[in-house]
């Protein structure tokens, strides 16, 4: 057996984007109002830097439906779940993996058996505080039977019996005995994982609800009841869920047992609903009301243009999921739209390149960020910051490197590009203009600014002659069930967030048989006259078998990612997050983590006496870039 410590995952350089590297916001909860007791603020060590009063108030018109974070799919419920139930182990505000319920931990030779060494004394408590239970090695083994019972629709299960042995095989019936599932409780601070095969960023992946414990007795005393109200569900993490009445208010209390109880500064979250939320929330911090808000690009101007109003604002930190248009290889849109034209177009390279080379992402971006349009841009499908390897980040691996430092926006090449595209569709019997189906989210007031844009320019670009965009505005219910699963568009801006410390969660979407932009029916060609997705397959294939030797592994993925950026068959554009924001939450104390849930924690946050302003934001990040920096190497020394 190796030693692991808990610093071992250099892996998990995360994701955040930008060139800058910046760590996710702190989740911009929702809200109420009530005091802390004065005895748990944080010391002011900073004269002054940090509030007196440290709760968290808020407002929201998103209301959970469940806080069973067993079975929980939705954002808003993750972070619930996040500050009330911890994990065997976590990140640090720098993305340096930490112990959390286990202490320690070691893994076999082989890569298979992960032994888990259980902190002693952690309670189980109810929402009113009274303990229940000690938090054992068993616990972790009853949550597990529980998501793998379909009848459960737990909705994280599928990242669970992916890697554990037997579990996929469990949950399909195809075994009856749980005992032969790959997790076991040797005793009540003993826990073992065993997997199917060798997984390099399995640690990464124990920050996920399907990872979760949950105290076994109580989860059969509750069956369906479990995780309905706050008196169905038990507490091990930061907070309690001490009131919560739906469409009213939640309040998030300080855990007084918990085991990390020195780095819980944040009293109180208070979260109240208003469906009003989101028009409101800009003066109802004016008037102190709550603690922050994020400035939507309808008022941003309003105050910038106030002196005293643009001293609160910065930056909003960068989120996690990457945003690509991608091409449509397999349309089921109406027959106005001329799909079978559209094959012939969309499999010829040079019009795809076409298209991507007529955008321009900087100005199309400005819907949204209009005062730093730069900050969200990105040039690969996995962002900048995400992933690292021997100190060398993800990005600059390999084939990636060149494709970083360029833009694919040129009007000369896209010109070329249609000129060549022309000849070689009219060889093959299509007919002009082509016609390109966009959906948009009306859900998304940038969204549809963007589409305008982009529409716009390839028109204005390519020319009337060529191609013929139609914008197709969609209702937010059933969005992505009516378009892109649905194969009902041509071009179409889609996102993906990375499920663990791997590029490999980036090669998700374009795996066969998933609903992105259905690659595998490309009849497009390498100059060798292979199939383009099957070599690109064969690619992923290749690094997804390498589990030793992970410099290899970035390589080979990058030189898969490559492939499908040179090619065209998408256009990286831009990164999560960004947008304004005033807050009185410190942007640089959130746990840092790009997958999983530790991001969502308010673990090690404070609220600051005053908010920080752009000069302020931009020295604090570099600030924090440095010190991330320095507890890499260190981490990656252990």
């Not at 554009?573 to 997958?595: C, D, L, M, T």
Request: charged share 25%; glycine share 6%.
């Amino acid at each position: 057996m190796k030693k692991i410590l808990s610093l071992l995952l250099i892996l998990a350089m995360i994701l955040t984007a930008c060139s800058g590297g910046k760590p996710p916001v702190s989740q911009t909860p929702e809200t109420p109002e009530t005091p802390g007791p004065a005895e748990e603020q944080p010391e002011d060590a900073d004269g002054g830097k940090y509030a007196e009063e440290q709760v968290y108030k808020t407002v929201y018109a998103e209301e959970i439906q469940t806080i069973n974070y067993l079975t929980t799919t939705t954002n808003v419920e993750f972070a619930l779940a996040a500050n009330l139930v911890d994990t065997l182990v976590d990140y640090d505000m720098y993305g340096v993996l930490q112990p959390a319920l286990a202490e320690t931990w070691e893994v076999s030779d082989d890569g298979l058996t992960w032994t888990f060494h259980l902190r002693k004394g952690v309670k189980w408590l109810d929402f009113e505080g009274t303990e229940v239970a000690e938090t054992t090695a068993h616990d972790f083994v009853s949550a597990a039977a529980y998501i793998l019972v379909p009848e459960n629709e737990s909705a994280t299960a599928n990242l669970f019996y992916s890697v554990i042995k037997n579990a996929e095989e469990y949950f399909n019936g195809d075994i009856t005995d749980f005992s032969e599932v790959g997790i076991k409780a040797e005793d009540d601070y003993t826990l073992v994982y065993t997997l199917k095969e060798p997984v390099p960023y399995f640690e990464s992946m124990l920050t996920y609800v399907c990872f979760f414990p949950a105290y076994g007795p109580f989860l059969e005393e509750m069956g369906d009841q479990f995780g309905t109200t706050n008196s169905a569900l038990l507490y091990n993490g930061a907070y309690i869920l001490s009131e919560f009445e739906p469409q009213m208010h939640r309040i998030l209390t300080k855990n007084p047992t918990y085991w990390d109880s020195e780095n819980i500064h944040i009293v109180e979250l208070n979260y109240k609903y208003n469906k009003e939320a989101t028009s409101l929330a800009g003066e109802m911090y004016k008037r102190g009301e709550i603690t922050a808000v994020e400035l939507p690009a309808s008022i941003i101007d309003e105050w910038m243009n106030n002196p005293e109003l643009k001293a609160q604002v910065r930056p909003g930190t960068l989120g996690n999921y990457s945003w690509f248009y991608a091409f449509n290889f397999d349309p089921k849109f109406d027959a106005q739209y001329e799909p079978e034209n559209w094959k012939i177009a969309v499999n010829n390279p040079n019009f795809r390149k076409s298209v991507v080379s007529a955008i321009n992402r900087i100005a199309a971006m400005q819907t949204e960020e209009p005062y730093n349009p730069e900050y969200r841009i990105i040039n690969t499908i996995t962002p900048p910051n995400f992933a690292a390897q021997g100190g060398l980040d993800y990005t600059q691996t390999g084939a990636l490197k060149a494709i970083t430092e360029g833009d694919f926006f040129d009007k000369d090449k896209a010109v070329e590009y249609k000129n060549k595209a022309v000849e070689e569709l009219t060889a093959a019997g299509a007919t002009f203009p082509v016609k390109i189906l966009m959906p948009y989210n009306t859900n998304s007031t940038s969204w549809a600014n963007e589409a305008q844009v982009v529409k716009q320019q390839l028109e204005t670009t390519l020319g009337a002659d060529y191609i013929e965009v139609t914008l197709l505005p969609h209702a937010p219910t059933g969005f992505l069930d009516g378009t892109r699963r649905a194969g009902n568009y041509s071009f179409m801006k889609v996102n993906w967030g990375p499920d663990y410390a791997d590029p490999q969660t980036y090669t998700d979407p374009f795996e066969r048989g998933f609903n992105y932009n259905f690659p595998e029916y490309t009849t497009d060609v390498t100059a060798d006259g292979q199939n383009i997705f099957e070599v690109y397959e064969a690619k992923v294939n290749e690094a997804k078998a390498e589990v030793t030797d992970l410099a290899k592994r970035f390589e080979l993925f990058a030189e898969a990612e490559a492939m499908l950026i040179d090619n065209a068959f998408v256009m990286p554009f831009n990164v999560s997050g960004g947008g304004y924001v005033a807050s009185k939450v410190h942007p640089f104390e959130a746990p840092y983590s790009s997958f999983g849930i530790s991001s969502e924690r308010w673990k090690g946050q404070k609220l600051l006496a005053k908010p920080m302003n752009t000069e302020e934001f931009e020295a604090a990040q570099q600030e924090w870039q440095a010190a991330r920096e320095a507890a890499l190497k260190e981490a990656a020394k252990k």
